[in-house]
């Protein structure tokens, strides 16, 4: 039996500024799965993630989430479309006036009329389940490690309660402890939270440990998409480029 | 799985409803954040006599988040308090795992900060205006610390940024400060016409005029306008530097940012600031004139020759000479509530905001330090 597409990006095709960024790409993401987007650098993982998150339009091709075609969604359709999809953010984007639980709770004030101490119980559940302890809550972002900060970004992509989670290299500038932790934090919420995860990442551990498939981009399509196991096997010369360098045979000796 | 998923159903939201029938508490329709405003206060209605046993039925919930297992979850917590109990064996898997994470996850949120009391606040903000005034102060200090070093080798200076500088902050000042400069010259020879004509005093318009533009309105005008345009673009520009780290970044290099973005605006404006002057004494003047021609029959030749015996060349000066005290004032404003940035990008916007209304606040203390001090001259 095939499973649902949380995702389906068909024949997208991406100018920026003159430049031909994806061309003739497909992808599609299985509900419940983990789905890791690589590619070298500038190979437009982050602009087919923001099509994916609806903050850009792709240039042609179609973008469907949950089977609805997003490029022609009223305002109403788009605003619960969002409510179903979380996104962590690269660099964390906490809102820097705000605390941790102030950020975790401010989609939840937008998307449902629950009383203020009720978003703060929810907002300090999300807190918790992103691995933060209860008193990193009344602190500012500056106040917060690099690993604080990633888990802050993740307790607010989680704030509503998403069906698909988008994650923007959630393990980079983290050391190897916090993000094996974070690794399977992501793996714990899936199996507890039923989401669809998309995550970019360079992490080779996070690829062979946490993935279910990985989707490789180059020459301004998803050249492979295919378990780890397989695809660092594959022929074509830019993955085995990707995957034959030092770090990438460690890896995989191991 | 988690029910009721599918993009197919996203439309068909029911609310969420719950009923007791007899000991079996059953609950219907979307259990998710969105949907469950209200329902806290409809379980809380729920009462159950000690000992009682009730049971839980979540078949006919067509989609259940974290809010909603948290809601029911309390229900239970307040159940097993007053003695009774809440059944959960027969929820589906998916369902009871939810409520599980949930009681693993439960904690309260931390309390809110502290309203502080009227006195405290006063006291506080008393304290901490005096620090900022003494940090200030220090800030001046160390300024000059590196900076008189400097200055004794000019050629050593960045030349190619302060003209850069002299360029922004001055050049490009020029049509707004001309502009505001002739109204206000306008403005004054329509005010202090009127009253003149009627003693048929015509003529001291141009006294009226020139003292006030050279000595207060152009050197304060320009001021006011550097201040808005100038000083908060030091605040905002450093201030941003700060969080991106870029100052961290000058300072490993070995430079330090005094050197590299304080003293070249400084200068800059220590340089422009006279010119902005004299540019704005001469369009006032030229404003105040367009109005004493049409309106109070001075013409253009009769009000030239009657400036020499209107004022002493010390008027001049005296307006010339506050360029540069203002210009120092401006920068050093500016630059230190830059510094002063913190963390956030809110902490930016209010030191932008600050750096105005200090650099305005001082300039104008400063202005009336300056004519006391002249009337005491005599000039």
């Known amino acids: ?204 551990d996070t690829l062979w440990t946490a993935t279910d498939r990985v989707a490789f981009l180059a020459e301004r399509k998803v050249v492979a998409a295919a378990p780890i196991a397989e695809l660092a096997k594959s022929p074509h010369p830019a993955i085995s480029d990707y995957f034959s360098g030092t770090r990438g045979k460690t890896r995989r000796a191991n | 799985m988690r029910p009721g998923m599918g993009g197919t159903d996203l439309s068909a939201e029911q609310a969420p409803g719950v009923a007791l029938d007899g000991t079996v508490l059953a609950c219907r329709g979307d259990w998710t954040a969105p949907q469950l405003n209200g329902m806290a206060r409809v379980l809380n209605s729920l009462q159950a006599e000690h000992g009682a046993r009730w049971e839980l039925d979540t078949t006919a919930v067509s989609r259940l988040d974290t809010a909603g297992a948290l809601l029911l979850h309390r229900l239970r917590q307040r159940l097993a308090q007053q003695g009774a109990e809440l059944d959960v064996s027969h929820l589906s898997d998916h369902h009871r795992h939810l409520l599980d994470l949930v009681r693993e996850t439960d904690s309260l949120p931390p309390p809110p900060p502290r309203r502080e009391g009227m006195i405290e606040a006063v006291g506080r903000r008393t304290v901490d205006t005096g620090r900022e005034a003494l940090d200030f102060v220090a800030f001046l200090g160390e300024l000059a610390l590196d900076f008189f070093p400097r200055l004794l080798r000019p050629h050593r200076l960045r030349w190619k940024q302060i003209i850069a500088e002299i360029e922004i902050a001055g050049v490009r000042a020029i049509p707004i400060l001309g502009l505001l400069v002739f109204l206000t010259g306008v403005v004054i020879a329509y005010q202090g016409g009127t009253p003149l004509e009627r003693y048929g005093a015509n003529i001291f318009l141009v006294d009226l005029l020139v003292i006030t533009m050279l000595r207060e309105m152009a050197p304060l005008m320009t001021a006011i306008i550097v201040a808005g345009r100038t000083g908060s673009s030091y605040a905002a520009q450093i201030g941003t530097m700060r969080i991106t780290e870029e100052i961290d970044a000058l300072r490993v290099t070995g430079i330090t940012p005094y050197e590299m973005l304080v003293l070249p605006k400084v200068v800059a404006l220590v340089l422009a600031m006279p010119l902005l002057t004299l540019f704005a004494d001469v369009v006032g003047v030229l404003g105040g004139m367009v109005v004493a021609n049409a309106m109070f029959d001075v013409g253009f030749t009769e009000f030239i020759q009657r400036i020499p015996d209107a004022m002493a060349p010390s008027s001049f000066w005296v307006g010339i000479i506050k360029a540069p005290v203002f210009a120092v004032i401006i920068a050093a404003v500016g630059c230190y509530h830059g510094f002063s940035v913190r963390g956030s990008t809110e902490s930016v916007g209010r030191a932008t905001t600050r750096s105005v209304v200090h650099g305005i606040f001082l300039v104008i203390v400063v202005d009336a330090i300056f004519s006391v001090i002249f009337n005491l001259l005599g000039l």
Request: net charge neutral; hydrophobic share 40%; proline share 4%.
């Open chain 1, 1 to 204: 039996m095939e499973r649902e597409h949380v995702v389906d990006v068909q024949d997208l095709e991406t100018r920026l500024g003159g430049h031909l960024i994806h061309q003739h790409l497909d992808l599609h993401v299985e509900r419940g799965e983990i789905l890791a987007i690589v590619g070298g650098s500038g190979s437009g993982k982050t602009v087919l993630m923001r099509h994916m998150t609806l903050l850009t339009r792709p240039t042609r091709g179609q973008v469907r989430l949950f089977g609805q075609d997003c490029s022609h969604l009223n305002a109403r359709a788009q605003h619960g479309l969002r409510r179903r999809i979380g996104v962590m953010f690269q660099h964390g984007a906490l809102f820097t006036g705000m605390t941790v639980l102030e950020n975790v709770c401010f989609p939840i004030a937008e998307h449902s009329r629950l009383k203020r101490y009720e978003r703060e119980e929810l907002g300090m559940l999300k807190i918790r389940l992103a691995g933060l302890p209860p008193e990193a809550a009344g602190k500012l972002p500056n106040e917060l490690s690099g690993g604080m900060v990633k888990r802050a970004a993740l307790a607010r992509a989680l704030a509503m309660d998403p069906d698909l989670l988008f994650l923007d290299e959630p393990t980079s500038g983290l050391d190897p402890v916090s993000a094996g932790a974070f690794d399977e934090r992501i793996m714990e919420l899936r199996q507890l939270l039923g989401l669809a995860v998309v995550m970019i990442t360079h992490d080779l």
